[in-house]
């Protein structure tokens, strides 16, 4: 109460002297935080809007140049502590006007699955700071209030965020419980507290070829603060992975609009001016806000960021599911092929070797017995040389010799050339048995290549989009595993023959089954082997082909 009696007195000297000015909202004035630091407007958003982990700074300069002192500033580190909560700790320092508070805030939120789209994210704001005047010219001692004091405050702002698929609803109150220890008393009535509810729908777009993660966010809130008009305002925020784009308007500041960029995948810089445009602001200067953040730790690709989505949807449905014996053992069969191919590639490679070094030895073999042959020859000519030679003349003996060493060399090269045609017939075999075996392992591989990427198309994990019609069945008739965009379905064969005759007129080639189920015709417009072409094909409207509504039938096989 002391607190409060000084503070009206300096607040009655200020208007005295300054009369004509606006009297400023003592709330952290909040309002245009869209991109980073959205846990400062409600502490549920450090779930989604903070951009975990990361380091982001906040400044905003009410009513004056770039170059003076901020008004409020809020520097903030977020984390995500696992998939259903998360935690930040930062720095502020707040001017309310007649106050300047400085001190550090913890977050943490937690988020709570009620149905597969509906969540209920929770959190709390902690805030510890000092309070001492803003500006101490314009104290003046009274009875009340003999000298200044600077007063140590704790103050709670619990907040929640309702989540049902792209659209939030949250509530939140930046002071719902407050205490000053240094006066050992309830820093506010509980007439003062200030609330704000707010709500916004995501729209996702594709404004990048790069880029299928951009979304646009209309929002709307109303916040009520004491002793002033309570504030309505309106903001829509355009975000792609290179930037993004913000407009705004509020009740009591007017106008503001602001534009952002991302470098490097890691640092994000953005800026805001706000003009007022109500005749109780009029004549002011504009405002000026700056936001920059850094994303620490590993940067992931959207498709990486999908497949961990995947996994972690995966292990959920494995935990909840009651049988999961046969997706462990498709998993094994998969592993045990692979492993089989690869034994099967070494053996055949192995047994290539023992038939090649088979195949060296027996021409080393044909080599020595030949040279053994003609060893053999020329000794045998030699001794029937010297038998005759007691009987021949030295003409005929020498005639004899030179006859047997032309059949020695003939011999000789009749054996080597012999070697030669076997070593190159061998050498020759080799080859062809060993592209044989490539071959055949080549065909081996395509062959399990084929079934691991039909294992795959079966078992894809596949997350329904916002906003699309997607269902899964495990067999549908005669109908094979894959992606069916269906156009229409139909209860009578009437309908249905006219609306395939009106397709081949338009030059698509429709085809229909039947399902036991719900005793309806299913008019398909194509068929596909992965989530991603079908999505691909529907999102083009089949080329241009069909203008109108399809949604994704997808088979799995048994």
Not at 229 to 252: E, H, I, M, R
Not at 286 to 291: A, D, I, N, R
Not at 440 to 446: D, G, I, M, T
Request: proline content about 3%; hydrophobic content about 40%.
């Amino acid at each position: 109460m002391k607190n409060f009696c000084g503070a009206l007195l300096i607040g009655f000297v200020v208007l005295g002297l300054k009369a004509q000015e606006v009297v400023l909202p003592s709330d952290f004035r909040q309002l245009n935080l869209t991109e980073y630091n959205g846990s400062l407007i409600n502490p549920a958003y450090s779930l989604d809007r903070n951009n975990p982990s990361s380091v982001a700074l906040w400044a905003r300069w009410q009513w004056q140049a770039y170059d003076a002192d901020p008004t409020s500033l809020f520097l903030n580190y977020t984390t995500r502590l696992n998939e259903v909560s998360a935690a930040g700790a930062g720095f502020f320092q707040h001017n309310t006007g007649i106050f300047l508070n400085t001190g550090a805030v913890l977050n943490y939120a937690y988020n709570i699955e009620l149905s597969e789209k509906v969540f209920l994210g929770v959190g709390l704001n902690l805030f510890a700071f000092q309070q001492k005047l803003a500006d101490e010219r314009f104290f003046v001692p009274n009875p009340i209030q003999t000298s200044i004091t600077n007063d140590f405050i704790v103050q709670m702002a619990p907040g929640i965020n309702l989540s049902i698929d792209r659209f939030n609803i949250g509530l939140v109150s930046e002071n719902l419980f407050d205490y000053n220890f240094s006066k050992n008393e309830r820093n506010s009535s509980p007439d003062e507290r200030m609330f704000l509810a707010l709500a916004s729908y995501d729209f996702p777009l594709s404004i990048l070829s790069t880029d299928n993660s951009s979304i646009l966010r209309p929002s709307i809130y109303y916040k009520t603060i004491p002793g002033l008009d309570n504030q309505v305002g309106l903001t829509s925020l355009l975000t792609t992975n290179k930037y993004w784009a913000q407009a705004g308007y509020n009740s009591f500041y007017g106008f503001s609009g602001g534009l952002g960029g991302r470098f490097f995948k890691r640092l994000s810089i953005g800026a805001l001016i706000e003009v007022g445009t109500s005749a109780d602001i009029k004549g002011q200067d504009p405002s000026f806000e700056f936001v920059t953040s850094y994303k620490l730790g590993t940067i992931e690709t959207p498709e990486e960021k999908l497949e961990e989505q995947l996994i972690a949807e995966e292990e959920k449905r494995k935990e909840e599911s009651l049988i999961v014996k046969p997706d462990l053992e498709e998993g094994v069969v998969s592993q045990e092929l692979t492993k089989e191919e690869e034994m099967a590639i070494k053996r055949e490679a192995k047994k290539q070797e023992r038939l090649a070094l088979i195949e060296s030895n027996r021409i080393n073999d044909s080599i020595v017995e030949a040279s053994r042959q003609t060893d053999l020859a020329v000794k045998e000519s030699k001794r029937d040389i010297r038998r005759k030679r007691d009987s021949i003349t030295n003409a005929k003996a020498e005639q004899a010799l030179a006859a047997s060493r032309a059949l020695q060399q003939q011999r000789k090269q009749d054996s080597i050339a012999i070697v030669i045609r076997k070593e190159e017939e061998a050498v020759a075999l080799v080859q062809k048995q060993r592209q044989d075996s490539i071959a055949q392992s080549e065909v081996l591989l395509a062959e399990a290549e084929k079934q691991k990427a039909e294992f795959a198309a079966r078992n894809e994990i596949v997350k329904p989009k916002a906003g699309e019609k997607y269902e899964e069945v495990t067999k549908e008739g005669s109908l094979s595993p894959g992606y069916y965009l269906i156009a229409n379905v139909f209860g009578t064969k009437k309908y249905l023959d006219a609306f395939l005759v009106d397709m081949k007129k338009k030059g698509i080639e429709a085809k229909s089954f039947y399902r036991e189920l719900n005793k309806y015709n299913y008019v398909y417009l194509a068929k596909y082997n992965s989530i991603k072409e079908a999505r691909e094909a529907r999102d083009s409207n089949l080329g241009g082909k069909y203008k109108e509504k399809i949604w994704i039938f997808r088979v799995t096989g048994e």
